[in-house]
């Protein structure tokens, strides 16, 4: 039981301070709480209600809960003041994931480990304070009325557990669940591809990549089969796509022709796109990506996919083209939770939302980062699905959100009436695409950096920055 669980956790982290080494106090900020403490915000009452955690009473802090913990939700829980809140982070994913870096694990140019940070290193308090939790599930529905979402356990890969539902109530809601990668409805595209969005899916990339390695240097294999395994098929040509097929040509040139010497004439790489690679970048940048993929290898198709089998593509010309990996970043959109919500949408199909970042047709409840967009009774043009937008909304939401805890509005139905002062502003800072080669290209807009040869010392300042 969820509750249990959160119990034993906490008694343990208590249980293992010695006390003439360490104050109780140093663990929890405060006096050690009591097992009524622990047990004060779950109801076990399961014949009557699903079990979970109750509405905040009097005496409690208010609780906010988030769901999803990519860009915007990590920012908001890391800057929200405790003080005035109990957290609950709702995610199928206890980590956040830098995803600027993430194509340089694939190849093994960075580790795993180094893009992930746990979320209870970004709150502390969801480790260490009773009323603050985070809860490895999928939100399955919201009960605006009632102020209560309905969660499922995430249990994939652990064959002896089966899913449970609980319910928590909240006081403010955030929805910060991102946006699913597109396929635009392409037969075989969710069967056959990989995509380049989480951990596991890097994981996968390097495991198939390397596998393919070993099995084309085993005797018997064809020529054509080889250049088939070692066939590398990225499709999207935006920033993912390209900077994937920037890593995956230093690999070929650095490590391949130098560990697998024997079928270092078989790999390559393949970039295909419908229009135009990096077509939110200068056309001057575009020219010089493409000069630069190609000088290190990389073949560029234009065509449009129309469908995907287990060992092909084909294109609308009815090109086919063999691959061994394949690699699927052709944008984000809407996912099946935000189009199952029943609240007005903005356009493309996100939650709709005002300027200061509120759902305006329900309470207490506010959407950040990829899943949603400005409504169009706003004046606003819906925000590009990018970090930079994510982690600033995150940061406005959670200074808002003191303002109204601070102002006495942190209760359910408590700030109707409150000032929510300045709205939302974004402003563009560029955007930044590596293409292999230490070398990358910066839109600035005003004016244009063409490469950056220390660019791995830029990117992990970076990191370090927003993370």
């Given at each position: 039981m969820p509750?249990?669980?959160n119990?034993?956790?906490?008694?343990?982290?208590y249980?293992?301070?010695?006390?003439?080494?360490?104050?109780?106090e140093?663990?929890f900020?405060?006096?050690?709480p009591?097992?009524?403490?622990?047990?004060?915000?779950?109801s076990t009452?399961t014949?009557?209600?699903?079990?979970?955690?109750?509405?905040t009473?009097?005496?409690?802090k208010?609780?906010?809960?988030?769901?999803?913990?990519?860009w915007a939700?990590?920012?908001?829980?890391?800057?929200?003041?405790?003080?005035y809140?109990?957290?609950?982070?709702?995610?199928?994913?206890?980590?956040m994931v830098?995803?600027?870096?993430?194509?340089?694990t694939?190849?093994?140019?960075?580790e795993?480990?180094?893009?992930a940070?746990?979320?209870?290193?970004?709150?502390?308090?969801?480790?260490?304070?009773?009323?603050?939790?985070?809860?490895l599930?999928?939100?399955k529905?919201?009960?605006?009325?009632?102020?209560?979402?309905?969660?499922?356990?995430?249990?994939?890969?652990?064959?002896t557990?089966?899913?449970?539902?609980?319910?928590v109530?909240?006081d403010?809601l955030?929805?910060?669940?991102?946006?699913?990668?597109?396929?635009?409805?392409?037969?075989?595209?969710?069967?056959?591809a990989?995509?380049?969005?989480?951990v596991?899916?890097?994981q996968?990339?390097?495991?198939k990549?390397?596998?393919?390695?070993?099995?084309?240097?085993?005797?018997?294999?064809?020529d054509?089969?080889?250049?088939?395994l070692?066939h590398?098929?990225?499709v999207?040509?935006?920033?993912?796509?390209?900077?994937?097929?920037?890593e995956?040509?230093d690999?070929?040139?650095?490590?391949?022709?130098?560990?697998?010497?024997?079928?270092?004439?078989?790999?390559?790489?393949?970039?295909?796109?419908?229009?135009?690679?990096?077509?939110?970048?200068?056309?001057?940048?575009?020219?010089?990506?493409?000069?630069q993929?190609?000088k290190?290898?990389?073949?560029?198709?234009?065509?449009?996919?129309?469908?995907v089998?287990?060992?092909?593509?084909?294109?609308?010309?009815d090109?086919?083209?063999?691959?061994?990996?394949?690699?699927?970043?052709?944008?984000?959109g809407?996912?099946?939770?935000?189009?199952g919500?029943?609240?007005?949408k903005?356009p493309?199909?996100?939650?709709?939302?005002?300027?200061?970042?509120r759902?305006?047709?329900?309470?207490?409840v506010f959407?950040?980062g990829?899943?949603?967009?400005?409504?169009?009774?706003t004046?606003?043009?819906?925000?590009?699905?990018?970090?930079?937008?994510?982690?600033?909304?995150?940061?406005?939401?959670?200074?808002?959100?003191?303002?109204?805890?601070?102002?006495?509005?942190?209760?359910?139905?408590?700030?109707?009436?409150?000032?929510?002062?300045?709205q939302?502003?974004?402003?563009h800072?560029?955007?930044?695409?590596?293409?292999?080669?230490?070398?990358?290209?910066?839109?600035?807009?005003?004016?244009?950096?063409?490469?950056?040869?220390?660019?791995?010392?830029?990117?992990?300042?970076?990191?370090?920055?927003?993370?």
């Open positions: 509750w249990f669980r119990f034993i956790q906490l008694s343990a982290a249980a293992k301070q010695s006390p003439p080494l360490r104050k109780p140093v663990v900020g405060h006096a050690p009591s097992l009524a403490q622990l047990l004060r915000h779950f009452d014949q009557k209600k699903s079990p979970g955690l109750e509405p009473k009097g005496d409690e208010p609780r906010v809960v988030v769901l999803g913990s990519g939700g990590c920012r908001l829980i890391k800057d929200i003041d405790t003080n809140y109990d957290i609950v982070c709702i995610s199928p994913r206890n980590h830098f995803t600027p870096l993430l194509a340089s694939c190849v093994g140019t960075l795993f480990r180094s893009v940070e746990p979320i209870g290193r970004i709150q502390p308090a969801i480790s260490r304070e009773p009323g603050s939790y985070f809860f599930a999928n939100c529905g919201v009960d605006f009325q009632n102020h209560q979402i309905h969660c499922q356990t995430v249990t994939e890969g652990a064959a557990l089966d899913p449970w539902n609980f319910n109530s909240y403010k955030v929805i910060a669940s991102g946006a699913e990668a597109s396929t635009f409805g392409i037969k075989g595209a969710t069967e056959h990989t995509f380049l969005r989480e596991h899916h890097a996968e990339i390097r495991r990549l390397l596998l393919n390695l070993m099995l084309s240097d085993v005797p018997g294999v064809s054509e089969e080889k250049r088939r070692l590398c098929v990225v999207g040509g935006g920033p993912t796509g390209v900077e994937f097929s920037g995956l040509s690999f070929i040139q650095k490590d391949v022709h130098q560990r697998y010497a024997h079928v270092k004439d078989y790999i390559h790489v393949t970039l295909v796109e419908a229009n135009e690679i990096l077509s939110s970048f200068d056309d001057r940048l575009r020219k010089y990506a493409i000069k993929l190609t290190s290898g990389v073949r560029l198709v234009r065509g449009i996919v129309k469908d089998q287990s060992d092909k593509i084909i294109l609308s010309d090109t086919n083209i063999p691959y061994g990996v394949l690699v699927w970043s052709t944008g984000v809407p996912s099946t939770f935000v189009n919500l029943g609240i007005p903005s493309g199909g996100r939650i709709g939302i005002d300027e200061w970042l759902v305006p047709s329900v309470q207490d959407a950040i990829d899943c949603s967009g400005f409504l169009e009774s004046g606003k043009p819906v925000l590009p699905a990018l970090a930079q937008v994510a982690e600033r909304q995150g940061k406005y939401l959670a200074k808002l959100l003191n303002h109204i805890g601070k102002a006495g509005g942190g209760r359910a139905d408590a700030a109707k009436a409150l000032d929510f002062g300045d939302f502003v974004y402003k800072l560029g955007s930044m695409a590596t293409v292999g080669s230490f070398k990358a290209l910066v839109d600035l807009r005003q004016s244009k950096v063409i490469s950056y040869t220390f660019l791995g010392i830029l990117r992990s300042r970076i990191h370090c920055g927003l993370a």
